[in-house]
């Protein structure tokens, strides 16, 4: 089986990032000449996704331009968030109704996201179909170019959990089902509550990244990234 669905999270204020994101949002600033939205939007092609739901917040305007001047062979849809911001979950929920029974992906652009990540997509994909769960890629944290992460989970036996000495970051990319979500009555609620109660039920794998992890959080790490010469 193939996932053919994908949803991509760009309805972020990108306060950290400032004063980059005043005029822009954030999934729209470059790295490398590509910008963030893009890298997201071509490891989901690559991997053979043929519908995209995008949602949109903070200069939303801009982001819905872009998409409809992409010249792309698969499906682009706008999930629109622009009087009210949904959190992650909320926001998911929403984007991916169209997506009815069928198992998506979930990714977020702050990730550097290149084709070095192409063979873990589909790793993770196995690892989704194999056990029939939700699942998240998740990388160490010494892979980090930022060392002030905490930590997201712990991992053993790609079974997540969490506790006060986590080892693992998450790297912005899950394959989930509707049904998850759909069962959180309300429209505003993170992601973080719906791993919560998967990892309680013992219901939330994981896959661990070998790649380096660049993670766009904050303005002084965009500008280190984007002074390396090593990256894609």
């Not at 069928?102 to 550097?112: A, C, G, K, R, S």
């Not at 939700?134 to 010494?142: E, I, S």
């Not at 986590?166 to 429209?187: A, E, M, P, R, V």
């Amino acid at each position: 089986m193939k996932i053919r669905h994908g949803m991509i999270l760009a309805a972020g204020i990108g306060k950290r990032m400032q004063p980059l994101t005043n005029k822009k949002p954030k999934p729209l600033l470059k790295i490398g000449g590509i910008t963030l939205l893009e890298r997201a939007i071509n490891l989901l092609i690559d991997h053979g996704v043929k519908e995209i739901s995008v949602n949109i917040h903070h200069l939303g305007d801009q982001i819905e331009k872009y998409i409809s001047d992409l010249k792309s062979e698969v499906k682009i849809k706008i999930s629109n968030e622009k009087d009210l911001l949904l959190d992650t979950g909320g926001g998911v929920k929403k984007g991916t109704k169209d997506f009815k029974e069928n198992p998506f992906f979930v990714i977020n652009p702050d990730t550097l996201w290149n084709n070095k990540y192409s063979k873990e997509v589909q790793s993770l994909e196995k690892e989704y179909f194999t056990n029939k769960r939700p699942c998240l890629l998740l990388v160490k944290k010494k892979l980090s170019l930022d060392n002030s992460f905490k930590g997201d989970f712990n991992l053993n036996n790609n079974l997540i959990s969490k506790n006060e000495h986590n080892q693992f970051i998450f790297t912005g990319l899950q394959i989930i089902k509707n049904d998850h979500l759909l069962s959180f009555n309300k429209d505003i609620f993170s992601m973080n509550e719906v791993w919560a109660k998967l990892i309680s039920e013992k219901n939330l794998g994981g896959l661990e990244s070998n790649q380096k992890f660049y993670h766009l959080n904050t303005f002084e790490m965009f500008e280190k990234i984007s002074s390396l010469s090593s990256i894609d």
